[in-house]
């Protein structure tokens, strides 16, 4: 039972447009949600958090929009770099205080130079 | 500040022998994560520590455990391995309270043969 899934495997953006990464969930229960990058031979790295209480978390180039309605997540990054191309992940945990981070199975995202 | 330290990067070893991996997490950090990726399955969480105690477990089978020193130190343990252990452990560590981000290792990559 994947509870949080993001169906987009790959994604090719070019370089200086705008990256969406998609995430969904289906827990109810989830009120943090957190994007991870990962590159080859490295651990995951966190990107950027919102909380359920929020819609939109700004970071830099980097922002999250929550649709709880929708149970919805979406992670974009404007302008796309080179230095962007990772496999990105979304992770969500519950309202209970439970350390656990559940992932999505992520998205490759390439930047075309 | 030291990251989150993996030890060691890479392991081979054969069906049914066992195996510890060792996580030391940043400094002031109480909670420690553990997580299995494989391709296609994302990070598959394994067990959390804090202080000592196991706080919360993933739906592995008992021949994975673990343990936590009171430095915060973390090992994780395999016994009789099967083919199908061979992955990416990462460890995490954190605060260990409630919407804090759980920063990661390199991993160790384990290959059971």
């Known amino acids: 039972d994947q509870q949080v899934k993001q169906n987009s495997p790959s994604l090719s953006v070019q370089e200086g447009r705008i990256s969406i990464l998609n995430c969904d969930y289906t827990?109810?229960?989830?009120?943090?949600f957190l994007w991870y990058k990962k590159y080859p031979a490295e651990g995951p790295t966190f990107l950027i958090s919102?909380?359920?209480?929020?819609d939109k978390n700004e970071d830099g180039r980097f922002t999250v929009f929550l649709n709880k309605s929708a149970k919805h997540l979406s992670l974009h990054i404007v302008p796309s770099q080179p230095g962007d191309s990772a496999v990105y992940f979304c992770?969500?945990?519950?309202?209970?205080?439970?350390?656990?981070?559940?992932f999505g199975t992520g998205t490759r995202l390439t930047i075309i130079p | 500040k030291a990251g989150v330290t993996q030890t060691p990067r890479y392991l081979i070893k054969t069906r049914g022998q066992q195996v510890t991996l060792s996580c030391s997490p940043i400094s002031g950090h109480r909670s420690v994560s553990w997580y299995q990726q494989t391709p296609g399955q994302g990070l598959q969480f394994l067990f959390e520590?804090?202080?000592?105690?196991?706080?919360n477990k993933g739906n592995f089978p008992g021949r994975f455990s673990g343990r936590q020193f009171s430095n915060s130190r973390s090992e994780m343990n395999v016994s009789t391995l099967e083919l199908g252990d061979s992955a990416l452990y990462l460890c995490?560590?954190?605060?260990?309270?409630?919407?804090?981000?759980?920063?990661f290792g390199a991993g160790t990559r384990l290959s059971v043969l």
């Open positions: 992770a969500a945990s519950p309202l209970d205080g439970n350390e656990k981070l559940t």
């Open positions: 520590y804090f202080s000592e105690t196991q706080r």
């Open positions: 827990n109810s229960m989830f009120d943090y």
């Open positions: 995490a560590s954190s605060l260990g309270t409630r919407g804090n981000i759980q920063y």
């Open positions: 919102i909380s359920s209480i929020k």
